[in-house]
């Protein structure tokens, strides 16, 4: 019996070395190179974190928005205030993923100026690439808009032009036809427009042979097939239409550049979908000339437009 507990005593005894051995180990500090990685880590996670649902940063590339926005401001554009989404591509490619769209503080409104995922040419059912887009929006769903003379009106009333409205001086007659213009075939020019009632979820648009052609895209945008036979009957999802009308499945905006006749906008491309919405624009935190490269560095800081930086957007 002696012989068995001295020798439970020298297992145990062999044993107390390896334990205070592990928590020395377990208390060791971290070196300097692991806390700076863990910082990095710690910043990215912070980073990413606030600008899929917080702000994020966006530079104006063309002078559609012209002289509210120049080209070289970089903004800050909140997601929070429509709702933020989880993100809507795979990063840095142009592969679209499914998302999330957490509640806002409200619907976006006329006269916001928003920034938005490009739904794509008029023609297109989806833009080929993931783009971000920046307009002033003019008109929200249920609202009718018409263009006449380059001036504005909003279910019958006219729209205020933006403090810094810009208008070229050609005069297009109200008998020209762009044939860019939407939906497709309307004879409509970007003077001279409508009037046309923006998509509000639960509409019911008539579709038959005489205007196939206009509402097409816009129903395939709307995640539908639509074809029209021999007999000229429509069929949505290879159905005839519930007496040839299709009903609107969700809300849509109308989107205008301040810089009304240099502006890609919703008279070209179409209604833009409020899921597609990103952010409002926010402040402008820096601004610059982009014509002068990085090569010319001081140069360039010479172009730095001090008065616009810290500028709120409206």
């Known amino acids: ?80 205030t429509y709702g933020a989404t989880t993100p809507r591509n795979i990063p840095f490619t142009d592969i679209r993923i499914p998302f999330v769209k957490l509640p806002g503080f409200h619907e976006p409104e006329k006269g916001d100026i928003i920034v938005f995922d490009f739904p794509g040419e008029r023609d297109e059912v989806q833009s080929k690439e993931v783009v971000n887009y920046i307009k002033r929006c003019v008109a929200v769903a249920g609202d009718t808009v018409l263009i006449q003379g380059k001036k504005l009106y909003v279910n019958g009333q006219l729209f205020p032009n933006p403090a810094n409205a810009l208008f070229d001086n050609m005069n297009r007659p109200q008998t020209f036809a762009n044939p860019r213009m939407f939906p497709k075939g309307a004879g409509w020019n970007e003077d001279w427009y409508g009037p046309l009632r923006v998509p509000k979820k639960g509409d ?77 624009a926010f402040i402008i935190y820096w601004s610059w000339d982009p014509s002068i490269s990085f090569a010319q560095i001081f140069d360039l800081l010479g172009t730095v437009r001090w008065e616009r930086i810290g500028q709120f957007i409206k």
């Open 1 to 80: 019996m002696a012989d068995q507990s001295d020798s439970q005593k020298e297992k145990a005894s062999k044993g107390t070395p390896d334990t205070k051995s592990k928590d020395t180990k377990a208390a060791k500090p971290k070196s300097k190179s692991r806390e700076f990685f863990d910082a990095l880590i710690y910043a990215a996670v912070v980073a990413f974190i606030i600008k899929i649902f917080l702000f994020e940063a966006f530079r104006i590339p063309t002078g559609s928005m012209q002289n509210t926005l120049w080209v070289g401001d970089f903004l800050l554009v909140t997601k929070f």
């Open 204 to 280: 019911k648009i008539r579709i038959d042979s005489s205007n196939f052609d206009m509402w097409k895209t816009f129903v395939m945008r709307e995640g539908h097939t639509i074809s029209m036979g021999s007999d000229k009957k429509v069929l949505v999802d290879n159905a005839e239409l519930p007496g040839g009308e299709f009903t609107v499945g969700r809300d849509y905006l109308f989107m205008m550049g301040d810089n009304r006749n240099n502006s890609l906008d919703s008279r070209y491309w179409g209604f833009l979908p409020v899921d597609n919405v990103v952010g409002k």
